[in-house]
Nanobody, 118 residues
Framework: QVQLVESGGGLVQPGGSLRLSCAAS????????MGWYRQAPGKQRELVAQ???????NYADSVKGRFTISRDNAKNTVYLQMNSLKPEDTAVYLC????????????WGQGTQVTVSS
């Protein structure tokens, strides 16, 4: 059974930092591209950051220079370091794992809430 379990969300003041973690089980983690998405109330889900199996990264323009995605294959975990947080970063953050042609194998976590507010 595949599980992606996010943690690390919470309430933080503008300008603050959080580190999200996503622990994967039931998959060969190292062969999956991993990503973080977010969904705010009333808005579509959007890509935040991706990391390939080789460590290449891709970021949404809105988070470039503030967020950093990384992975630890030994721990089957992907991280999202979020700095200089803004109120508009408030959303549920979801972990994503993709493998295969056209993303044939794709899994999602349940999400963790991040709220940026004073």
């Amino acid at each position: 059974q595949v599980q992606l379990v996010e943690s690390g969300g919470g309430l933080v003041q503008p300008g603050g930092s959080l580190r999200l973690s996503c622990a994967a089980s039931g998959i060969v983690f190292s062969i999956y591209a991993m990503g973080w998405y977010r969904q705010a109330p009333g808005k579509q889900r959007e890509l935040v950051a991706q990391i390939s199996t080789g460590g290449s990264t891709n970021y949404a323009d809105s988070v470039k220079g503030r967020f950093t995605i990384s992975r630890d294959n030994a721990k089957n975990t992907v991280y999202l370091q979020m700095n200089s947080l803004k109120p508009e970063d408030t959303a549920v953050y979801l972990c994503n794992a993709v493998y295969g042609p056209s993303g044939r194998f794709e899994y999602w976590g349940q999400g963790t809430q991040v709220t940026v507010s004073s």
